[in-house]
């Protein structure tokens, strides 16, 4: 049942997209997903990398999935970083997808002996798919036997809508601190099926600290450090505010933070979880949301997975040092 209420919902949103405007998806693990976040990322570790992310939000629906891949690596003869990044978003059970295909040029810029300023540019292809059969409405509930009788809905007249989308992103940061600036869909595509809606456009604040704990011994290469970081979003008249704390030291990593709305109050705790095996390029992350709104006895939170593999540097470029940002 609460599958068919929330694809009902999915269909108020299909049906009345002048009063509602699509959002994008967000990962919980931000910074394990450095491209989907900022594009001035692309190319910050040097050395080719290839990440995977994916999040199930509200399990017990079984109706929000995300899956995120994407590959970046510095490329010295063009002073910058290039990158590629796929993501697929499924709401209602596969009823609404989206799907994104984006190429990334990040240019790195030394500014000081201590600060560097990174600017990335993404342009994206964007299919957004309509599963008509795969959505029920009010006309079909036989109130003994459920969602049985035929529907008399008007399909649109088509079921995918394409098209091209392009982002920006800034990024500064030293040894200590780093913070950046991200506009999404400068282009506000129309992403409807019955109506003009357009796909609003998002603005992504992000920054964080890095702060050592104790002294690194010369016969011990271990370094503990603590990680502050916040992002805010905002699109629409939609926008969340996510502020995490993770605690480093060796190959474990671990986290608390939490997620507002602002004028609707928490919306989620979050705990994190980050391990990189022993002499390996590899980082696993995971982390669980805990629902504290009002739809917290409904939907089993959200869980979330990312795994990146650090391919080895073929020679040694000067490019930008790599930000100490949370393992996960």
Known sequence: MGKQLLTLLLTGFLLCPLLM??????FTQAYANPLYLNPAFAGLNKCPRLTLNYRNQYPSLSV??????SYDQYVSSI???????????????????????????????????????????????????????????????????????????IPPGQTTNSHFDVSVGFLGFTKRFYVGLVINHLTEPDESFFVNSKLPMKITGHAGITIPLGRKRLS???????????????QNKFSQFTGSVSFNRAELSGGLGARLIPGSGPDALLILLGYVPSETAWKIGYS?????????DNTGGAHEISLSYQFPCRTITKAAKAIKCPKF
């Open 21 to 26: 405007s699509g959002q994008d998806a967000h």
């Open 288 to 296: 669980y949301d805990v629902t504290v709104s009002s739809l917290s």
């Open 220 to 234: 011990n290469s271990i370094q503990n450090y603590l990680v502050p970081n916040i992002v805010y979003q905002v």
């Open 64 to 69: 929000y999935q995300t899956y995120s891949a």
């Open 79 to 153: 002073n910058g970083g290039v990158g590629l990044l796929a993501t697929r978003d499924e709401a209602g059970g596969g009823a609404l997808s989206a799907t994104e295909v984006s190429a990334i040029y990040s240019y790195h810029l030394q500014a000081s002996r201590k600060f560097y300023f990174l600017s990335g540019f993404q342009a994206t292809f964007r299919q957004r798919s309509l599963n008509w059969d795969g959505l029920t409405f009010p006309n079909q509930i036989d109130p003994f036997y459920g969602f049985v009788k035929p529907s008399d809905e």
